[in-house]
């Protein structure tokens, strides 16, 4: 009998593993985890690469070589995470073909100083593109207001886009439609829509981290409202995600993507990011569990992956209780008085300075890296 991980495929949602490194991709642990338990893909970002980078000896050699050329202490490091990509890539094609192009990507973010920057992360993104050459792979770029006419741009070159760092229900919309017009765009050009792939990453776990402290004041400092407030805890990333869903369902249900979809295009899919649950009074797995249903993904770290092997129990429970999700969100703002815009808002922010600081601290580490085999 499957294990439960291996199980969540049956439910229509594919799981994604956020990690890489390159001795996990050469020992064979990966691959173990694509035959064994029915893993789909990989997203990486600047903290996990720094993780891989900076802690670990993998990558001394190479480092030595690159140091001996005349590449910028950035370029070294995207020659390392493009290379890295690529390998797991590799390991990938199999499920690539097996889903039709559904599944099997490996993710690589542009650089997250580029988040408010339109060109640069086009830029980039055709860059890095070109030079992972595979055709199952993804360019995260983030969800940012600067970010949506990026998406667009690229999709209608026909680059695949993981849209990362999204928060905000009003901003998933936009990015969605972003997706949607890109689309129309390439497909007023007469190319194929075919093979085009994304995602949309909604963060969850930040969401409770800064609304549960919220909540907890209200609770001290405003007795009428503490019982409500006290209900919410835990609540508002699980409720924000069931409603973003009925609005991925309710754009690619639609008329107008139907024509696209006639087309040979496939919908974005919504993919739970953040799904370690950092609160340790809450069940380990609760945001994976409430939100197992179709045409979704959810890009899961080392460590939930294995507690979900050891103890999940999937069942799809994505659309259950959806009043009341849209209830909470309701209470959250017209009850409580916490607006949930401007906490979306100020995570979106705080996001991508909790990027830019690991991709720096990895930017000094391979300077000193490089200082050191030059000596």
């Known amino acids: ?73 950035e370029d070294i490091f995207l020659k390392i995470a493009i290379e890295d990509v690529q390998h797991a890539a590799d390991l990938f094609k199999g499920v690539y073909h097996d889903t039709k192009a559904l599944d099997g990507y490996v993710s690589l973010e542009v650089s997250p100083g580029l988040a408010l920057d339109t060109e640069g992360s086009i830029l980039e993104a055709r860059s890095s593109w070109k030079a992972l050459n595979r055709e199952n792979v993804m360019i995260k770029i983030p969800g940012t207001k600067e970010g949506l006419p990026a998406i667009k741009q690229l999709i209608s070159e026909g680059i695949n886009i993981n849209v990362t760092l999204l928060f905000g229900l009003d901003r998933y919309r936009e990015v969605a439609e972003a997706y949607i017009a890109g689309l129309e765009e390439r497909a007023a050009k007469g190319e194929s829509l075919e093979n085009i792939a994304s995602v949309a990453s909604f963060f969850l776990s930040r969401i409770d981290t800064i609304v549960d402290p919220m909540l907890e004041q209200v609770i001290q400092d405003n007795p ?9 805890l835990g609540t508002i990333a699980i409720a924000s995600a069931k409603v973003a869903y009925q609005i991925y369902k309710e754009l690619f249900l639609s008329e107008r993507f139907s024509v696209l979809e006639a087309k040979g295009a496939k919908p974005q899919r ?106």
Not at 224 to 232: D, I, M, N, W
């Open 1 to 73: 009998m499957k294990n439960p991980l291996a199980r969540i495929p049956d439910f229509g949602q594919s799981i994604w593993l956020d990690y890489i490194k390159r001795s996990f991709i050469q020992s064979g642990e990966l691959k173990k985890l694509i035959d064994e338990d029915n893993l789909k893909g990989v997203t990486s970002n600047p903290a996990i690469f720094e993780e891989a980078i900076a802690r670990s000896n993998d990558y001394n050699e190479t480092i030595q070589e690159l140091a001996k050329t005349d590449l910028s202490t």
């Open 224 to 232: 009428s409202r503490a019982t409500k407030a006290k209900q919410l």
């Open 270 to 375: 919504l993919l739970w990011a953040s799904t370690s649950v950092k609160n340790k009074a809450y069940d380990d797995l609760m945001y994976i569990e409430a939100l197992i249903g179709r045409d979704t993904v959810n890009t899961v770290p080392k460590e939930t992956l294995d507690a979900y092997r050891d103890h999940g129990d999937p069942a799809s429970r994505l659309q259950q209780n959806l009043e009341h999700a849209r209830y909470e969100l309701y209470q959250l703002e017209d009850v409580v008085g916490i607006k949930l815009s401007q906490v979306t808002q100020q995570l979106e922010d705080e996001g991508i300075q909790k990027f830019i600081k690991p991709f720096n601290s990895l930017m000094d580490v391979l300077a000193q890296k490089r200082e050191e085999a030059a000596i």
